[in-house]
């Protein structure tokens, strides 16, 4: 009786200070609660969301599968497994928990806008819009949500008018819905209202200091057109107002990781884990930036003391394979990418991690892996019905990619240095010309993969399906001294460049002045020749290579722009 007294203490005390919002508090009486009786549902639920709220999403997916586990009819159990799964963007996961949720309450509506949200976030919008054409009226929370997951599918197939008016209904319907403010503004952005798209993100962050989206939006935002003098500030304001949360600190800590602020990064890092010991984004930034301040060896450690805590972390072991590599130890780093694609095979950074492994210990292994010169495709497009040759459909395409690259400056996010990048998926425009050269590109890339060798144990090979979807697709265009950065794709199977128009220096041959090459990676490894294969640019010629081989350009110098249209593929969904 004592026990279940003590249990009894410990929930109300723990829903109390939930009430409250002490969620920090709240978490210790729920996980009491648990040892308590482990087997109780009130507490483990409890506790799950409580997990979810402090950003612990490993943990409150580990507790709510323990509840399903228990009672395996629970679909409140399943929903918060569903929710925890979708934060570790473990979409299909977090879809087989959806799913799980509709077969035990098949009118469940948040269940339904669950599942369409996971749709949503695999561009499966055609899905997510069909899911939810039945749900008629709804009370004001309810029907803003389903506005806000329609508004969403809307935005995915470029319809940001149409994705507009979703979510203005939703904050008609709610207009404290902080998700349908943020998702406004990213329509408007996408409409090229920029200024309007700026006061509905400062509106949202002011509105809500808390989403940490519409901060980012605004700061991505305000980087591309040269803000400066506001760039960042939201954080340091939703900071004065929230100081113990530690979200804003981490936040601004990686967007000066991104523009070279290193030590201002760590510090933000070390500000955030006082106040959150042992967060686990704060120690794997911090690792990160002290990688990039050239102290690897911490990083290491620091990679590792997390490691402790998510084993099975993929991010964090291909993180410390390349702490590895930084240190010259080929061998850990071998060991340790090898481990991270035993979790999931398909994972683009752990290849290409193994991939330098192998080519730092002088492993013929690293040739089969990347092959240069079989998997590394170049492909003169035939031009379209109703143009004579390429050139010609090029010089009307560059003009048309004029009006969609209106940005000062690139995305502090991506690859590209000196130059503009194009936002949202380019194919979806349904523009006339961007649909005449994707179905071009299609065919090449339907000959591409029919060309490709059979072979189960190569893990490039081994995810040819026999079909392939686009998953994703931009513009870039880089100006004078501008270049990519070495990378690759995490999300794609198959990646590309199509060569638009270009600066006269690309065609010299003695200095490859903005070539795209492979192989080298993105670190200095010691290697004397880090360049495994180049290829000269020509408009009208598409690239494709697998998307974890690294690869970047070699920067030019000429008055003339060298603007490109890329997209990765995926294997089509069996």
Known sequence: MAVNADLQIALQQAEALAGRRQFAEAEVQYRRARVLDPRDLRAALGHGHVLLILGRAAEARDVFAAATAIKPDLADAFHGLAMACYEMSDIAAAENAYRTVLKLEPRSLAAMVGLADVFNRQRRADEALALLAPVGDLNANAGAAVEQTRGTARLIKADAITALAHFERALAMAPGFSKAAHSRAVALEQLGREEDALSAYRKTVADT???????????QLLYRLKRDSEFLRSYDEAAGLLPNVPHFAIAKAEFLSRVGKAAEAASLYDRALAIAPGHPIALQGKAGVLL????ADAAIDLFQHVLKHAPDDVTILTSLATAYLMTRDAAKAEAVATDALKRDPTDQVGLA????????RGD?????????????????????SGYADMASFNQELNAWLDSQHSDAREPIDQSLRGGTQTQGDIFSTGHRLINALQARMAEAVNRFIAGLPRDDRHPFLNRRTGGFAFAGSWSSRLCDQGFHTNHLHPGGWISSAYYVSLPAVVAETDRNEGWLQFGAPSYDIGLAKPVRRAVQPQ?????????Y???????FR???????????????RS
């Open 364 to 384: 013929e292994r690293e040739q089969a892996l990347n092959r240069y010169d079989e998997f590394v495709q170049v492909i003169d497009l035939e031009p379209p």
């Open 549 to 555: 081989m690294w690869h970047g350009t070699v920067p």
């Open 353 to 360: 991690a193994l991939g330098t492994a192998l080519r730092l």
């Open 558 to 572: 000429a008055p003339q722009n060298r603007t490109t249209i890329a997209f990765d593929v995926v294997p089509h």
């Open 539 to 547: 408009p009208g010629r598409l690239v494709l290579f697998p998307s």
């Open 209 to 219: 200091p808390s989403n940490l989206g519409a901060h980012q939006g605004l700061n």
């Open 292 to 295: 990039k301040l050239g102290q």
